[in-house]
């Protein structure tokens, strides 16, 4: 069983593993505190699994997300330093949200699949905040839940 460390920061919302990725900067651990927080508001069971480095298992057939020891239930606030949230100790990976610089009106199927360790997932292209507000960055992630949801 061969673990692969990236840059990332995952969640567990209501048995899904969200995977969040973009560059060092772009607002990974800030959108995840948001969605936490949203989803708690809305009844929803939501942890945070790992920020800034996160482990990916291939495990039968499935990608299971999970935090380095050292960091779990730990999360950057910016302009307040690290925080302690609970969390979950691992998530089997169910959607990759990917921070882009730009927002795309229109985007094609093809945007909304990708590919990690040679395993097909549901995609959701989300512009930094700053180029979209907060509740749109919500938005795209919480229809991009419920369309894997019906799948």
Same mark, same amino acid.
């Given at each position: 069983m061969s673990r692969h460390n990236i840059h990332a920061t995952a969640l567990l919302v209501d048995g899904a593993g969200v995977? @969040? &990725?973009g560059p060092s900067g772009s607002g990974k651990s800030l959108l995840a !505190? @948001? !969605?936490l927080d949203w989803w708690a508001l809305r009844g929803r069971s939501a942890m945070l699994v790992a920020d800034d480095r996160v482990d990916l298992t291939l495990r *039968?057939?499935? +990608?299971v997300?999970?935090?380095? #020891?050292?960091?779990?239930?730990? +999360? #950057?606030? &910016?302009?307040r330093g690290i925080v302690r949230k609970s969390h979950a100790p691992e998530a089997r @990976?169910? @959607? %990759? %949200? *990917?921070l882009v610089p730009d927002l795309e009106r229109m985007p094609e199927d093809p945007d909304f699949r990708t590919e990690i360790l040679g395993r097909p997932f549901a995609r959701c292209p989300v512009p930094r905040l700053g180029v979209i507000g907060a509740d749109h960055q919500r938005l795209l992630v919480d229809e991009a839940l419920g369309a894997i949801a019906f799948r």
């Open positions: 995977l @969040l &990725r !505190l @948001l !969605l *039968d057939d499935a +990608i997300l999970s935090t380095p #020891e050292l960091l779990a239930g730990l +999360i #950057e606030l &910016r302009g @990976l169910m @959607l %990759v %949200v *990917d």
